[in-house]
């Protein structure tokens, strides 16, 4: 199980051995999810209805989409701003699994609380990933940056964007959305634990029969928490995305209408009196397909590659 079990023959999971196979987890994940976030990035940031009856915006589908990003930016155009999105997933892939280690030990050997219920690994997993967030919030503005433009580039290179939006707005630009985010990584990080805790105990049994290595019934525990969680908490996912393209407008002019919010506030009232309630939900159905492959495949990897250090380097 992932998380301090206190009834594993091996022991505790190092901090070093979780950040590895944290890391791992991520960059491998990110490298097989990037074109669903490329799609679900420029969907949610289409002011336009997606509607194959009204076709007024750049894209109203997923094929649609998919074929038109081909076309007019080349196959590349998949993998945009992969590399501070692989920076990212190999930061918030350490950072919040060995957050969540350390979190479960805490406390089953400081609290009267089982560390490996459903419930604990709410708390534990929502708490853990507000840490990463906010330790790897400048990586994802910037992922979201390059996954927003078109052609031609406004940034060069990771290099050239980090200059340039320090020199135009200051340290700031870099937390752009950070409220929304805050506000749904707790219930979707801790959602996405606690169903994958609930699904994995029905799947394969009690915490002490469920073995740490990964397997496909764990990537099936792992998609179906992603969905469950993304669709709670999807509309922050949104504004956050619109909110981190603040001052970016010159790239958006070729994909539509642009819109440019003084706040979080702000953002909700113009989405919800221009776009109606359905705005809150644009891309979904990509950001769907993405979680259930990200999620799935991220505890996957991690329970895979934890059991593979451990061979190495067992735990103490």
Known sequence: MVGFDPNSKSGALSAETAALAGSASGMVTRAMISPFDVIKI?????IEMLSSQNRKGKYWGLRQAAHRILTEEGLPAFWKGHVPAQLLSVCYGAVQFVSFEFLTEVVHKSTPYDSQTPSMHFVC???AACTATVVCQPLDTLRTRFAAQG?????????HAVSSMYMKDGIPTFYRGLTPTMIAVFPYAGL??????????????QPSE???????????CGSCAGVISKTITYPCDLLKKRLQV???????????????YRGLMDCVARIAQEEGPQGFFKGLYPSLVKAA??????FFWYEFFCNLLSNVEPRQ
């Not at 420029?42 to 289409?46: A, I, P, T, V, W």
């Not at 052609?151 to 290099?159: A, C, G, H, Q």
């Open 293 to 298: 492959l990200a999620t799935g495949f991220t």
């Open 210 to 220: 469920v073995s740490s290595k990964g397997s496909f019934r764990g990537l099936l």
């Open 192 to 205: 996405q634990f606690f169903f994958y805790n609930v699904l994995k105990r029905i799947m394969l049994g």
């Open 42 to 46: 420029r969907f949610q940031l289409q």
């Open 125 to 127: 997993g929502g708490l």
């Open 151 to 159: 052609e031609p580039k406004v940034y060069r290179n990771l290099r």
């Open 246 to 260: 603040g001052g970016f407008e010159e790239a958006r002019v070729q994909f539509g209408q642009v819109r440019s």
